[in-house]
């Protein structure tokens, strides 16, 4: 059977790849907030983009590179600044961005991709960017994923990375990712963006599919606040230098141990931003089954998991199945009420859609874990699916709804 | 044209109504919980119900009546317990209280509706709800309405009571109405409950019609946290006791002018559940220009006004009018975010999908108003429609995450 292990290093894992950053002054604070991370050959290159019809220049930019060529090279973060609603100088600025660095890396502009995060409205400040990206270049580094994992940060409050290796016909084969998740920049809005590198030899068609595969159980099933930012994105780059024997049926065990890892690592990287969620104290996994697909069940425990009454409610340790079964109930997937269960933990509270008498002071108990986890079965068919999120705190109200003045 | 105007008396200004309400020892508080509403006369009865899967018995018991019999005499309303999840003893709870009304009022059982709020998974006390029932029946009174407003009531801080008068036909017709919306009985969910009461006579299904296309614009666009109760309920009877010539054409005027009563009545409900949802401290108008059609409007006017960072931004007087672009872009209504305008009261705060220059304290000091309009135009056709909502405040996280111990 296939099988993977956990390595240190991130995105810069994988052979052939480096990252760096740079303070270039996006950010107020003056933290590190311009990020490099580069391949040493062309990597089949995939994404997935928000699907918010609002979305930030490099969005589309990234969107629009990734429908007309299969490889690129290299990533240019920038935190701070999400260049989103900016009109036409956003556009040009996202180009230069591309131009800037094509020349400073000997590549081709159309090798570039580019993501933002942080403020709306504010077109990227291009002077800062052009003043600072010669000095990023030199902090490139085999070993700089940490220092990228800390820029992309906004209000994050941790790092978010995570790296895989397994042995793909008796090469070894790494992935590397590091992401950022759910903090606000003044005034503005909550982002997912994850960066993953990897250096296995695969088809771009298939390693497209994997991505999307992955994404699908992980990063589109988390949720902080309900709410799609104008900027989310993931993108993954696979530059071959493992030298296996390229990956090209979706049936070969190559493939399927691909995925795995792929998945793992995004699953692994979307708790991680739930968990760290704004004012969040607790992650939450919903688990369903029973339910007619995979994609009822997924829908059934985004449902759940996005409950401001349950969320509020897993803030307060209150065992309160009541919500989690009308938030099922209001998912839009049909089933069947006096079927439903649900469970806490070990603990049923519901069975055949009727409360069942429960140990309350344990399941108050067990609610004050950092990590709960919620189970339901619809009783009416074997799709399965989890979704992640976090609990409603006052910290979320007033993260977000600071007084401006 | 068509006019009518403002009169007091709730549910028992139509002619032929009264209302009762006792108190039966449903609420722990030993408040008002059990009430009563009823015509001398069969009233022609419509109601629109939850779309959540998971529903009280009531609401499935109302629905199955309305299906079968287009007539009612009397609504019978509980507050203290939701009696939902509860299994086949609620549905006999629900069979019991028509049985025990029938009895004491004379009426057939299949002519007496049955509401609920209030805790969920706890069938209705029904010892409590017989011993109290022939003294309930006791304060029915032409002028019972404003007990019976307070009576619904559960963690609602005010009362929500609405009536309108008009000629029709050379008769005054006369339409009341009272509600509940947003409270939360310990440890569940809010509930949005809504009686309508009229003198006309009127047409069944034009009367249903009537009750529908009125709660489109208004019930179904309110939004105090996107949960949607297993109770709500609108149930709206007409006696014809104002003995105007029976109105079924619904192309003429007296149709038109019903309709517009009962929308103006509904609207006006709506917006006082939304001013009163939990914890908040401001009603938001949010309306949306320049949607293909109205449903679409709709849809990005309740996606905006349900947005948790756009409602946070809300209470904390932020005019951030990116979260409102956003919230606009995932609402999964297409249109064109270049020519996207958005206005806070008077002021544009973008034009063409681009941010414009505005006057910020100007702006905070407009959203410390008790009412808040947000409007957008999506400059793509003549759709418009409204969705109203409330703050994100710290009082919500308190009132639905206390802890329970």
Redesign the interface.
Known sequence: MATFWAIEGGVTAPLGWQAGAVAAGIKPSGKLDLILICSDQPAVTAGVFT?????AASVDYDEQRLAQESHGRAIVINAGNAN????QAGVEAVTQTAQIFAELLNLDPAEILVASTG???VPLPMAKIQQAAPQLVTTLSPTGSELAAQAILTTDLTVKTRALEANIDGHPVRMGAIAKGSGMIH????TLLAFITCDAAVEPDLWRDLLRAANTVSFNQITV??????NDLVLALSNGRAENPTVTDPASLAARLLGEMLTTLCIDLAKMVARDGEGATKLVEVQVTGARDAQSARQVARTVA????FK????????????I??????AGV??A??R?AVWLGEVQL?A????LPFD??AA?TYLKNPTVLVRLDLGGGQGQGTAWGC????D??????????
Not at 187 to 190: L, V
Not at 306 to 309: A, N, Y
Not at 314 to 320: I, K, R, T, V, Y
Request: with cysteine.
């Open positions: 699907t918010n019809l609002v979305r989103a609603a900016t009109g403020v709306i409205g005034p503005n809005m909550a606040d309900g709410d799609t930012s104008t996005s409950s401001s009454l509020a409610a897993l803030f307060g340790c209150d065992p309160n199945w009541g919500r079964a009308a938030a099922a109930g209001r049909p089933f009420p006096q439903l519901m055949e859609g009727t409360p309350r002071p108050v609990d409603l705190t006052y979320y109200v007033r993260i977000n709804g600071e007084y401006t003045t």
